[in-house]
């Protein structure tokens, strides 16, 4: 019997060295083809105001002063974000106003919202944007006459602490053959809040007041705006067809390559200058350009700020698209007849800094909520994963979107794998 089995051993190994030699062996590892990335400019969603100058502000020195914004606003959909911190030891009052000085008689509605204070460094600032974007914090329509004022947001900022929000509205006419309609938005800050009318006489201070100490209002201030020069502004961005095929030869954790710019990496990152990572996609930058004055500014130049034609050159506004959504879309094909797990992973690019923001994964469409990812400075570095399992001879969709909020350093390196 032993030597019956033996026989069969030998009898096996034989057979394989046979199938050695006439090619029949397991494959070569081999990564799938590489999927081309790039964000576009989705169409027809609301506008962005990106409020952040200056980020920090203190009680003795911002409050009861000129307003630190003034931007406008056509009748439509819009999305105003905001991120300050109070470093002072006393609290202040925060305002965000619309005035209509056009001729149209205008309705507007806070459509969702999130709010949130965040004592320190801001750990779970990003919850306002998941918060908001999960359609909470709805308010009924409010009329706002020509020549009036109203508020549309006001919270307390404690004292050293960090605040930010989120607010999805709608301006309308009245009378929809109107024309015109435009509102001012101002933003200031407080000792006790005023009547909106006071508030809206106030001046604006402009980029640069002159003394030195709000120099960052020339960066990180106004809208996104693309393309350029054209009258629109988005708040949203995406790249599609991020598909990859896997097989018997397609190897486990290992990086699925992609390409833009003429190069092939292992990962693309987003949130980011290609001046300050080499790796950065640079079309997914909505860059704006700064002016040193405001001064010549009125309500005919809906849009002050321009997308900067350099298109990140790692010096102008929002140069990290806080505030922006982007969303990333394709779909795994499996040719073996064995299931298999893919995972999109968005991972903190530069441990220097931390990187806050609001998540969502959707397989195969199936609905999803947004949620706020922390991911503190440090090492290692961290990572947020979507699973995608993929049925044997099937395929799985997905769709990953990500919005940094603040206070972030914002580099985020997105990747495919396959992990089983």
Not at 152 to 181: E, H, K, Q, Y
Not at 222 to 231: E, I, K, Q
Request: proline share 6%.
């Amino acid at each position: 019997m032993f030597l019956r089995n033996r026989a069969r051993v030998g009898l096996f190994a034989a057979a394989g060295m046979l199938a050695g030699l006439t090619g029949t062996a397991a494959p070569a590892m081999a990564a799938p083809a590489p999927a081309a990335v790039g964000y576009t400019a989705v169409e027809g969603v609301r506008t962005l105001t990106f409020l952040n100058a200056p980020e920090r502000l203190l009680y003795g020195e911002d409050t009861d002063r000129d307003l630190i914004y003034r931007g406008s606003l056509d009748p439509g959909a819009h999305r105003v974000f905001f991120e300050h911190g109070n470093y002072s030891g006393t609290p202040f009052v925060y305002g965000i106003l619309l005035q209509n000085t056009s001729g149209c008689d205008l309705t507007f509605k806070v459509d969702r919202k999130g709010y949130g204070t965040y004592p320190g460094a801001g750990v779970g600032a990003a919850a306002p944007l998941a918060t908001m974007l999960n359609g909470n914090g709805a308010e009924t329509a409010k009329s706002l006459p020509r020549n009036t004022s109203a508020w549309l947001f006001t919270a307390t900022a404690p004292a050293n602490a960090f605040f930010t929000g989120a607010i999805d509205l709608n301006t309308t006419r009245v009378v929809s053959s109107c024309v015109g309609g435009a509102v001012f938005v101002k933003v200031g800050v407080f000792s006790a809040l005023p009547t909106a009318s006071a508030a809206a006489a106030l001046p604006y201070r402009g980029a640069d007041n002159g003394d030195g100490l709000h120099n960052d209002r020339k960066v990180y201030d106004g809208r996104v705006t693309v393309p350029y020069g054209v009258n629109r502004h988005a708040n949203e961005v995406v790249a599609q067809n991020i598909d990859y095929t896997i097989d018997a030869s397609t190897p486990l954790n290992q990086n699925f390559p992609v390409s833009y710019g003429g190069v092939t990496r292992d990962r693309w990152t987003t949130n980011a200058t290609p001046s300050r990572k080499p790796a950065a996609i640079g079309n997914d930058m909505l860059s704006v350009w700064m002016p040193l004055s405001s001064s010549s500014f009125t309500l005919t130049e809906i849009n002050p700020f321009e997308l900067d034609p350099r298109n990140s050159d790692g010096t102008t506004g929002n140069l990290a698209n806080w505030g922006v959504v982007e969303t990333n879309t394709g779909r795994i094909t499996n040719n073996t007849g064995v299931a298999h797990t893919v995972r999109y992973v968005l991972r903190q690019g530069d441990t220097g800094g931390n990187v806050r923001f609001a998540h969502r994964c959707s397989v195969n469409g199936a609905a999803a909520a947004w949620t706020s990812v922390d991911m503190p400075a440090g090492t290692p570095a961290k990572t947020k994963e979507c699973v995608i399992p993929v049925p044997a001879y099937g395929s799985a969709t997905y769709s990953v979107s990500q919005v940094l909020g603040g206070p972030s350093i914002g580099v985020l390196e997105n990747y495919l794998v396959m992990t089983a």
